[in-house]
């Protein structure tokens, strides 16, 4: 079977930590290398976690990069109330013995792309910096790339504030400058992520499956789980960056629409919001195919058989 080559940029984050074990349980990837970058914990812990993970699925050969340890212009901001102070809160996993990559996770993308014989898809799990980074730096890359799909932003509401979502919140400015890029995106937001729950059966589910990845897993979604569904009020917590590697492997899971999307840079009340012309209001040609609808039972059905091979 051709596999298709894959680059992860990520910020592991409990969602990123499954979204990675269901790439590694997919037989269809060829992961070329894993960035990391400053998000829902320092850069410290995301880099580390990843390695983590690694270990856990038993692929220690998988190289680990880490990248930028700060958004581009902002401040940043950090998410341990939803992924606890390391985050990978309710994980048992012992400090990684694998090594950090030397190289820098954005000059591993940029000499990964320019080298590249094939295009390469590149699936992005945390904020944009890197990616972000690696255009501004060297723009030869972006006919090297397949295409770039997104977790990230949403059409109708926000997470951290009542318009933006974390990734794009915590770097708006890069968030910017990759819709501004001419790549092919495709953006999962929260309207999709909001409705991919992990409701209480279908974590005891995980946990069924009985194995060192499924255990370890369950106990991150259960913690994970509590200040989702306090917040928002939904029967589960939201599997975001799972989207994105289930896309990627069946996009038939997904409904989604070609459509303008831009990043708001300058407002206070709505900075990091991804505005996304629905009706084409603004007579712009669109940047980004929006997913708008998942099939949430097929998404849980894959994910555990995936899970279960691991
Ligand atoms: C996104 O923010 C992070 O907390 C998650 O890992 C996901 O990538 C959801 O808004
Ligand atoms: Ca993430």
Redesign the pocket.
């Known amino acids: 079977m051709p596999t298709r080559p894959l680059i992860i940029d990520c910020?592991p984050?409990?969602?990123?930590a499954i979204a990675l074990l269901l790439a590694f349980a997919s037989p269809e990837f060829e992961i070329l290398g894993i960035t990391t970058v400053a998000?829902?914990v320092p850069l410290p812990f995301t880099q580390s976690n990843a390695r983590k993970i690694c270990e856990l699925a038993n692929r220690r050969e998988v190289r680990v990069y880490a990248g930028c340890p700060r958004p581009m212009m902002r401040v940043m901001e950090t998410?341990e109330r939803?992924?606890g102070k390391t985050g990978l809160q309710g994980a048992t996993l012992p400090e990684p013995e694998m090594p950090l990559q030397p190289q820098h996770g954005v000059e591993f993308l940029i000499s990964t792309l320019m080298q590249a014989s094939e295009p390469i898809t590149v699936a992005t799990?945390?904020p944009l910096t890197n990616l972000a980074i690696a255009l501004i730096q060297e723009p030869g890359i972006i006919p090297k790339i397949q295409e770039v799909v997104i977790?990230?932003g949403a059409a109708s509401q926000g997470?951290?504030t009542a318009s933006a979502?974390?990734?794009f919140y915590a770097d708006p400015h890069a968030a910017s400058v990759v819709f501004t890029s001419g790549l092919p995106l495709t953006m999962i937001g929260?309207d999709v992520?909001h409705t991919v729950l992990t409701t209480p059966e279908r974590l005891e589910q995980i946990r069924a499956i009985a194995t060192p990845v499924a255990h370890q897993s369950a106990n991150m979604l259960a913690t994970y789980g509590t200040h989702d569904v306090e917040k928002f009020g939904m029967p589960g917590s939201?599997l975001?960056?799972p989207c994105v590697i289930a896309y990627l492997l069946q996009p038939d899971l997904f409904v989604g629409k070609s459509l303008y999307v831009a990043i708001e840079t300058q407002s206070e009340l709505t900075f990091g919001k991804s505005v996304v012309d629905l009706w084409g209001s603004h007579g712009q040609p669109a940047n980004a195919q929006v997913i708008l609808q998942a099939n949430a039972a097929g998404f849980y059905q894959l994910l555990l058989e995936r899970l279960a091979s691991l």
């Open positions: 910020d984050g409990i969602d990123d998000g829902n998410a939803v992924h799990l945390g977790m990230g997470n951290v979502e974390f990734n929260l992520t939201p975001h960056d």
